[in-house]
């Protein structure tokens, strides 16, 4: 199974992966040798016995793939651990991406896309208090976050049509069922 979690800035995306990731023992991140961050983790959970790859970096209060680079070397990364295990990932759009989705879920791999249905108001204020924390003190134009919102619908409705399993939920709604697709055989 994966599990692609979209949705603007301040959705509550990397949140959702971090509320996931606590329920599980980590190992050691997987890096890449030039960098600082770790492109994934394999984590697992003894009880019951369950095994979890998360794509990107969760260091950091914004984290997801956007920390990678390469939209190549994550979708290289989320195909190859799918062959062996649950995979979890998330960030904003970027170009392409639905085609990589669409790809997945044409070369067999169970995918299920995600997107958070949260108040863009809300997304609003979570970027605030973000910059806040950052000490970063200038005034939020909003047009990108209500811009890329309107992203995520056009790639959620492309998907859908493509035959790729999507759903819009809130954040609680997503935690949970992100959970039973993931624990899912």
Not at 64 to 75: E, K, R
Not at 115 to 121: C, E, G, K, P, V
Not at 171 to 182: C, D, G, M, S
Request: hydrophobic share 35%; charged share 25%.
């Amino acid at each position: 199974m994966i599990v692609n979690i979209r949705g603007t800035s301040g959705s509550g995306k990397s949140t959702l992966v971090k509320r996931i990731m606590a329920e599980y023992q980590e190992s050691q991140p997987l890096r890449i040798s030039d960098r600082r961050q770790p492109i994934g983790y394999h984590l697992w959970n003894f009880q019951p016995p369950i095994n979890l790859h998360v794509v990107g970096h969760y260091e950091t209060a914004c984290g997801g793939c956007d920390t990678i680079s390469s939209i190549d070397q994550v979708y290289q990364e989320v195909q190859a651990a799918a062959k062996h295990v649950p995979v979890l990932y998330e960030g904003i759009m970027v170009s392409g991406e639905s085609r990589r989705c669409i790809e997945l879920h044409r070369a067999g791999f169970p995918v299920t896309v995600i997107a958070l249905d949260t108040d863009i108001n809300t997304c609003l204020d979570a970027i605030l208090e973000r910059r806040k924390a950052r000490g970063d003190t200038r005034p939020l134009n909003p047009d990108r976050t209500i811009r890329r919102l309107g992203e995520v619908r056009r790639m959620m409705e492309h998907l859908k049509v493509a035959g790729v399993p999507t759903l819009w939920l809130d954040r609680e709604a997503a935690y949970q069922e992100t959970r039973r697709l993931l624990r899912s055989e």
